[in-house]
């Protein structure tokens, strides 16, 4: 077995060597290890399939002992079974055997080709220095897209250059981005130019070149700021504050003027803390026996650490005017350690301790701060409720058998009890059939609320008012028999001077009053049924409200809200007309007539009389005007109907500050479309491709239109206008 794990071993390392030899050449042609990477797990791969190592077992192990071992005497085999299995004299050659492999096996290698291994990858590696040396394959390094030149900083020349003209490259690059100490993050090296980082970081920029250069400035939209020369080379200092972009410039010993690509500054704001209340109800209810205590559970995470958090409870006793308040700042149970970026803070609040009585109102949120400097972020939780309710409440009443005002103090709205009435229907299965019918009941009394006091508007309430003397006439007709009879004895030898015809000076026949010709046509507001301020068809409609309304009432009194739904929901649609019916549109005017002579009034003349009319022209400005015609400009350039002049440099710088706004926002969409414009700009990129990448990057660019109302322009050939004609005949 130990034989056969070293054959095994040196197989993979085999298979090993030969993967970085092959690695290791590819990487030093393309300069790239993503590449040398790649090229290795390949080679190691295919190499392990031809090879197959795991193929090696005792058995195959066995075999070549027998073969390579001559006092094996071919019985090896012998070693791979149970000894229990085996003759005597299988038992006695095995012992022989085992006895001379002990020996001798230690003295043999297992078949390999390592050396060769070792010498191939050599070679490779050799070979791999010889094409960097000689550059060979220059064009690989650019298709193969290396990283490192994709984070160095490239310069071109914005004027023509000679072919003797030094043109000086960076030869080493640092980027440094120390955060906010707050941050705990420290200084941390970049090698993209394209810088993204929290706000209040500072960046550090330092930049050597392999030739003399002058007046080397970052320019940072449009801002030219200077770097410092020092013994490293050329540095800057900036404090990231706002989302831009940059790019850097320098003159050479000629006085010629080279510029970078744009790369983005983004500013990522630090966020406010997190706040969420695990498993508490918004409200909560208590009664006077219960134990008025609750856990508050809440987890607070905020990006860079947390700073403190802390209950803002507030406390409210009395009511209406006289109601007062306390407020209280509660700690949590957790100590909360600054720093730490998620936390799970609780607290028991007690009613009791907080000193709350019958009918008192406690509010509480929570409130978290971070260590953002100078000025702390602070994020606040939704308010929630604890309230302990008050079961005695004063109600007006009069004293004796006298009635009492029984009408509640507010009124829902039918469409509020058609709200309720489906949650009643929605919670009837988990709620006791006694709750049911109580609530049932109530939405019942409501809607008779509502019904009473939309019925006001019909008169009802002077149809009431005639009840009690018809009750009086009844109550004294068993009372005052006797009394009325008297009168009827008396009435044939006595005047009835308190009569209204006393005198008989009219007739019985004509003492009543002749109808009345226009009653038909008149407003009786006497009349309960006529006193209304609607016209008779938006009676007719309440009329109709009220009379479904009973039903619905019915239903509830019933303990049936599901047919009471339809008639309510018939009654809300009957009082939406109403409403709609009775609304008054005035359009108001603000116009005032000049004053008229007096003279000339009433003489029909309009020789000096003139309408007055005035005109007005407002400029509505574009935003993105050098967007559109450095738009229709490219179009020229493509169509090659003209040719890069000094007055498109104006034209096309104008379009970059317009795009560098909407950039800011979007940095990643708009970042390439505006490297592009700054290379016409620079007459660095004044080629066909990129033209057309610009001029769709602007389009883009470009907020959509509203669609303004109009006929629209369709093309129609002859075939399709025989076509509707033939469906015209025949339709």
């Known amino acids: 077995m130990k034989f056969h794990r070293r054959w095994q071993i040196l197989s993979y390392a085999e298979a090993v060597l030969y993967a970085v030899g092959i690695a290791i050449l590819l990487y030093l042609v393309s300069k790239n290890l993503w590449v040398g990477i790649l090229s290795f797990v390949a080679a190691l791969v295919v190499l392990l399939l031809i090879k197959k190592p795991w193929k090696h077992n005792l058995v195959t192990t066995g075999t070549y002992v027998d073969a390579h071992v001559d006092e094996a005497s071919f019985s090896t085999g012998l070693l791979l079974q149970p000894e229990d299995s085996l003759s005597n004299l299988a038992k006695l050659q095995r012992y022989k055997v085992s006895e001379e492999l002990t020996k001798r096996l230690g003295a043999i290698h297992p078949p390999n080709k390592l050396k060769q291994a070792l010498l191939v990858t050599l070679g490779l590696v050799l070979l791999g220095v010889g094409v960097q040396q000689l550059d060979l394959f220059k064009g690989v390094e650019s298709v193969l897209g290396d990283s490192t030149n994709e984070t160095q900083i490239q310069f071109i020349a914005t004027d023509s250059i000679n072919e003797k003209s030094i043109i000086p490259k960076i030869s080493k690059q640092t980027i440094s981005v120390t955060y906010p100490s707050y941050t705990r993050k420290g200084t941390i090296a970049v090698s993209d130019p394209n810088i993204k980082a929290i706000t209040g970081a500072t960046v550090l920029w330092t930049l050597e070149f392999d030739n003399l250069v002058t007046e080397v400035y970052l320019d940072r939209m449009g801002e030219l700021i200077p770097l410092q020369k020092s013994e490293k080379g050329y540095s800057l200092r900036q404090l990231l504050s706002e989302s831009g972009f940059y790019s850097f410039k320098f003159k050479n010993e000629e006085g010629i003027e080279f510029t970078s690509d744009l790369f983005s500054l983004e500013a990522v704001a630090d966020n406010p803390p997190e706040i969420e209340i695990l498993g508490l109800e918004q409200y909560t209810y208590f009664d006077f026996s219960d134990e008025k205590i609750f856990e508050l559970e809440s987890a607070i995470t905020d990006d860079y650490g947390i700073d403190e958090a802390y209950i803002i409870a507030t406390v409210s006793k009395g009511s209406g005017e006289s109601v007062k308040f306390r407020e209280e700042k509660l700690n949590f149970k957790e100590t909360i350690s600054k720093g730490v970026k998620s936390v799970k803070a609780t607290k028991t609040l007690d009613l ?29 939780s939704e308010t929630y409720f604890a309230v302990i309710k008050d079961t005695v409440g004063e109600q007006f009443g009069v004293e004796g058998t006298l009635g009492v005002d029984q009408m509640p103090d507010y009124f829902r709205s039918q469409r509020q009890l058609i709200i309720d009435t489906e949650k009643l229907i929605k919670d009837k299965p988990s709620i006791t059939s006694k709750e049911f019918k109580s609530r049932s009941n109530e939405l019942g009394f409501d809607q008779k609320a509502l019904r009473l006091k939309y019925g006001q508007f019909m008169g009802d309430e002077s149809e009431m008012e005639e009840a009690p003397s ?60 006529e006193s209304t301020l609607f016209e008779e068809s938006l009676k007719t409609k309440l009329r109709k409200a009220l009379s479904i309304m009973w039903d619905a009432e019915l239903h509830l009194r019933l303990y049936e809200p599901e047919k009471s739904l339809p008639f309510q929901y018939d009654a809300l649609k009957y009082i939406q007309e109403i409403k709609n019916s009775a609304r008054i549109y005035v359009h108001r005017i603000g116009f005032d007539p000049p004053p008229i002579k007096e003279d000339s009034r009433l003489t029909g003349k309009l020789k000096d009389i003139k309408n007055y009319r005035k005109n007005e022209t407002k400029e509505v400005e574009n935003p993105f005007e050098a967007l559109e015609c450095a738009i229709a400009r490219l179009e020229q350039f493509i169509e090659k109907e003209s040719t890069f ?17 909407l950039a800011i926002v979007n940095p990643s969409k708009y970042l390439q479309v505006l490297q592009g414009l700054k290379r016409i700009e620079n007459n660095t990129g004044r080629t066909m491709n990129n033209y057309k990448f610009v001029q769709k990057g602007l389009l883009s660019a470009l907020p959509k239109t509203s669609q303004i109302p109009g006929a629209k322009k369709e ?15 025949y339709d």
């Not at 009827?488 to 005198?503: A, P, Q, R, T, V």
């Open 645 to 661: 002049n000094e007055a498109d440099n104006a034209l096309f710088t104008a379009a970059g500050n317009e795009l560098g706004q």
């Open 352 to 380: 009791n301790a907080l000193k709350m009585e019958v009918g008192d109102e406690l509010y509480f949120y929570i409130e978290a701060f971070d260590e953002k400097q100078p000025k702390r972020n602070v994020a606040r």
């Open 715 to 729: 093309y129609t050939d002859d075939i399709n206008s025989l076509f509707l004609k033939q469906l015209e005949v």
């Open 470 to 529: 018809e009750i009086e006439s009844h109550e004294e007709g068993e009372d005052h028999d006797h009394a009325e009879d008297q009168e009827n004895i008396l009435k044939e030898y006595s005047h009835d001077h308190d009569g209204d015809n006393e005198h008989n000076l009219v007739a019985a026949e004509k003492a009543e009053e002749a109808e009345d010709p226009l009653h038909d046509y008149l407003h009786n507001h006497d009349d309960p049924e």
